[in-house]
């Protein structure tokens, strides 16, 4: 897929795959419509359309209800995509910490309060930068395994995930260790080490 039309899908990706604000919902999806008018036909252009129209149908809290119960209560569905090989441990931490160089090496700011490895995040600088979509090459097995789950639960967000694994290539299908996170869930912390809290965006900078 060329880069161009790659930015477009992960631009729509980030706006479909974030929590619903009631103040922009309407205006964000009808600008998603108009990226997607810009793509050629093709199953990442349909993907991120179905995924559109389903959200359309829907008002702001029945959308934000749905995302609530979709992301926020399915530990095996984060959108936090270090999350499924770190758990809250502070292996994690460090990773964050890494991921949130990048941002900065790429001069693109995080909300606050925002973590850097937030899949929505981590497509908005895709779209913007060649090293957000080196990032998510390096979480491939997190994005399959949360395709994986979406799949699994016939759920209405799986084919915009796959269209963004469509837009980066062949590496979207969960591998081995992705299999193992589906099947034990992301890791707890080791016995001794004390409670670990994954930093905040504060923190990171």
């Known amino acids: 897929m060329k880069r161009a039309h790659a930015s477009w899908v992960f ?11 009631e103040a922009s919902f309407e205006a964000d999806l009808a600008a998603v419509a108009g990226t997607l008018g810009r793509l050629p036909t093709g199953a990442a252009r349909s993907g991120l359309e179905h995924c559109r129209q389903w959200l359309a149908g829907m008002s702001p809290l029945e ?11 399915r530990r095996q569905r984060s959108l936090y995509l270090t999350y499924y090989r770190y758990g ?12 949130a160089q990048s941002y900065r ?13 937030f899949l929505p995040a981590l497509l908005e600088l895709a779209a913007a ?3 957000g979509q080196a990032l998510l090459v390096e979480h491939k097995d997190a994005l399959g395994s949360l395709r994986a789950e979406l799949e699994g639960a ?14 980066l290539g062949p590496v979207g299908r ?11 869930g992301p890791p707890s912390e080791r016995v ?3 409670q670990a809290v994954p930093p905040t965006l504060v923190a990171l900078r």
């Open 154 to 167: 016939g759920s209405p967000y799986a084919p915009a995930v796959a269209s963004v694994a469509l837009a």
């Open 11 to 21: 631009s729509c990706a980030s706006v479909l795959l974030s929590y619903p604000d």
């Open 192 to 194: 001794g080490l004390g």
């Open 174 to 184: 969960p591998g081995k260790a992705a299999a193992r996170w589906r099947e034990d």
């Open 88 to 99: 809250d441990t502070r292996d994690r931490g460090a990773v964050l910490a890494e991921l």
């Open 129 to 131: 930068h060649p090293r």
């Open 63 to 73: 959308a934000a209800a749905t995302y609530v119960e979709t992301f926020d209560l």
């Open 105 to 117: 090496a790429a001069g693109f700011p995080l909300a606050p309060g925002e973590l850097p490895d």
